[in-house]
């Protein structure tokens, strides 16, 4: 399946997980209206392609997801902000190095690296940054690094900043972190009760 349609695909599963009840489990204290919103607004961006100087253009759905991130570190506190930076900057530059690297072309068909570096990146953030918010800004800044990069320091002619795989990987990182913390929360929830309860029960 082409990137574009995956990432069309997930969106939409995104979509229906939320309005069908499953907010405060996944949005983490992010505002109701900035994710319906994000996600309103995430398919039409997607479409567009918008000049970036030269030969290089930007993804419309690139541009979206970064200006809810930056709304959305605005509003962190300082110290869970600089956590989230310092996060995808580190798992960003891991990525560039998965993306780029000569092993895993060879053992990983190339419609895969994306994804698994996505996975990865989603994993990671889960146990590096705490809160939905904070693992977003993570996850973001990590899928932008290499195409930032390709675009900037190659100067690769032609080259669209958020192409279809990387709304891919953003869509496949940013589920990953969210599904992994939610079983996590929930795990936790359910051994603390069970200790709990035994704790009671024993004499």
């Not at 607004?41 to 930007?58: C, I, K, N, R």
């Not at 994804?115 to 993570?138: D, E, H, I, K, Y």
């Amino acid at each position: 399946m082409p990137p574009g349609y995956t990432a069309f695909f997930l969106w939409v599963a995104s979509a229906v997980l939320w309005w069908s009840g499953w907010r405060e489990e996944t949005a983490d204290g992010i505002p109701d209206y900035a994710v319906a919103v994000f996600l309103a607004g995430w398919p039409l961006a997607a479409w567009l392609e918008l000049p970036a100087g030269g030969h290089a253009t930007v993804g419309g759905a690139f541009v979206w997801t970064a200006l809810a991130v930056f709304a959305l570190a605005w509003r962190m506190e300082s110290p869970a902000r600089w956590t989230a930076w310092s996060a995808g900057f580190l798992l960003g530059s891991l990525m560039l190095i998965l993306t780029i690297s000569p092993w895993l072309s060879i053992r990983l068909p190339e419609e895969m690296h994306g994804r698994a570096a996505g996975a990865l990146t989603g994993a990671a953030s889960t146990l590096l940054v705490p809160g939905a918010a904070g693992q977003v800004a993570a996850v973001t800044l990590a899928m932008s690094i290499p195409d930032l990069w390709r675009a900037g320091w190659l100067q690769a002619g032609g080259r669209l900043i958020g192409s279809g795989r990387w709304m891919e990987s953003w869509w496949i990182a940013v589920l990953t972190a969210r599904s992994l913390s939610v079983l996590a929360a929930f795990a936790r929830r359910n051994v603390v009760s069970f200790g709990w309860r035994k704790g009671r029960e024993s004499p």
